[in-house]
Nanobody, 121 residues
Framework: QVHLVESGGGSVQTGGSLRLSCAASGSIYSIYSMAWYRQAPGKQRELVATIVGRESANYADSVKGRFTFSRDYAENTVTLQMNSLKPEDTAVYYC???????????????WGQGTQVTVSS
């Protein structure tokens, strides 16, 4: 069984900062990638940032230069530092990991429970 536990959401004003964290635990054999997605009301879930293996992070154009995605490989945690937040960043943010477990062959997507980020103008 695998768990992705997120923390760090909240409410800020425009221009503020928030830091999201996600810890992956359980019967993990190997992690292929980790990512953050977000879903605003009435919109589809969209990719915010992703790290594949030990490559550099890739970002959605809408967050480039404002968000920083980092990964601690030893602890299986990721952090999303969000600066210069805008009202359009308001959404539920989900942690995602594509990983293989010690019990089931193959790589599958796992999701956290989501954390709300609200940016007011």
């Amino acid at each position: 069984q695998v768990h992705l536990v997120e923390s760090g959401g909240g409410s800020v004003q425009t221009g503020g900062s928030l830091r999201l964290s996600c810890a992956a635990s359980g019967s993990i054999y190997s992690i292929y990638s980790m990512a953050w997605y977000r879903q605003a009301p009435g919109k589809q879930r969209e990719l915010v940032a992703t790290i594949v293996g030990r490559e550099s992070a890739n970002y959605a154009d809408s967050v480039k230069g404002r968000f920083t995605f980092s990964r601690d490989y030893a602890e299986n945690t990721v952090t999303l530092q969000m600066n210069s937040l805008k009202p359009e960043d308001t959404a539920v943010y989900y942690c995602n990991a594509k990983l293989a477990t010690t019990t089931v062959p193959g790589y599958f997507d796992y999701w956290g429970q989501g954390t709300q980020v609200t940016v007011s103008s």
